[in-house]
């Protein structure tokens, strides 16, 4: 008899979710090697990746929004956070799931990438991945948190303007590329700190624990502790990446010139 928390019919991450997720993986990784004729240089890597995550965003956003304005999003339920909707089964948990699959195949190359180019990104990003697409992959091979990494999601509204900044940094005096920066900036603010730190993560800062020390079995409790863990170590990680929008702002050259945040110190 499986746990109330599991999946009706399941108690493993199921063939169409690792479908999606090593489809998605592949196709990345084949979309990025298309693009060779973009050239080897490091810029030509980065942008790559850019329009990469241009294409993710636009499937994760999109799905993760249309979630938020059609459906019930219990925050402060511990139940629905962790089991999913309906005790984790129905269309509405599929929903989560899929979508959370195919992000999983794209942090996945894109780590590999990142790896492979140290243009695209540094060590911050790396552990980005790590973290990320550890404890996604982890909830769905344990059918836990999903709601948890399908509703941060939301964080990335902020990533296509990241990109597009970088993009336009050539034309620093056009208007597309001072409306990327502010959008860049006041996004980050509201979905990673406001949306993702003090809603989301803080409300799982209170109702989890008596949650988790409920929980039947001592594997159940230290799957649980760590994804709360690697949520709040990703907390860290905006908070530092904040403190970088901060310091190019207090700074006042992204005013002369375009400042690449991978350099702020």
Known sequence: QPPPWRHRGSDKMDAVELGISA???????????MLGWLGATPDAQKLKACYLSHVHCTITLCSCILYWITNEVRVFSPEFMVEGPNGGSGTEMQWMRY??????????NDLVRIVQHSSIGGTDM?????????????????????????LFMIEELSTPFLNLRWQYRAEKNSKVYAFCQAAFAILFFLCRILIGTGLVWLSGAVVLPSYILAQPSLLRQGHLTAQFTACTLSRFLNLFW??????????????????????VN
Request: aromatic share 20%; glycine share 12%; net charge positive.
């Open 23 to 33: 489809g998605s993986f592949a196709i990345h990784f084949a979309v990025f090697e």
């Open 99 to 108: 979508t959370v699959a195919f992000s999983v195949g794209y942090f996945g």
């Open 242 to 263: 904040m403190w970088k929008i901060y310091k190019i702002a207090a700074g006042g050259a992204y005013k002369k010139q375009h400042v690449d945040e991978d350099k």
């Open 126 to 150: 790396i552990a980005h991945h790590v973290i990320i697409g550890g404890f996604f992959l982890t909830g769905l091979l344990d059918r836990c948190c999903t709601p948890y990494h399908f």
